[in-house]
């Protein structure tokens, strides 16, 4: 067993004291299923929401599913017991919504209208042009 002396625990305590006043952490957390959107009241008075479709492991989970949303850790984690989920509220905030090897597989995956009929056009001059040089 290690023992840790008075300035340790000292530090270790202020430490966890600028985590908890800097890093953004949630007073509550609910899903607004009108706008589609899980809503989370900040420690700080501000609002952060953002839509189940961008987070893996809510993307295909059914409104029931991600409105079983509870706050864990001291206001710093998210979690849904029945997709056994958890995230942090800083990840979040900062845009983490899963795995490095998910969010690259979502990446460039914005489709429009005008995107699809410019790919068609595209591809009936032979496609994209070669590059000269």
Do not use: C
Request: aromatic share 6%; charged share 25%.
């Amino acid at each position: 067993m290690v023992e840790l002396t008075r300035e340790q625990i000292a530090a270790a305590n202020e430490r966890g004291r600028i985590v908890r006043e800097t890093q953004p952490h949630a007073r509550s957390v609910r899903y607004d299923a009108k706008a589609d959107r899980v809503v989370v009241d900040l420690t700080n008075g501000a609002t952060f929401a953002f839509p189940p479709r961008l987070v893996e492991g809510l993307h295909d989970a059914s409104p029931a599913e991600i409105g079983e949303v509870e706050v864990i850790g001291r206001g710093f984690g998210l979690h849904w017991e029945t997709l056994d989920l958890d995230y942090t509220v800083p990840g979040l905030v900062n845009g983490v919504f899963g795995t490095a090897k998910w969010m690259a597989s979502r990446a460039g995956r914005t489709t429009s209208p005008a995107k699809a009929a410019a790919a068609r056009a595209n591809g009936a001059k032979g496609g994209r042009p070669r590059k000269a040089g």
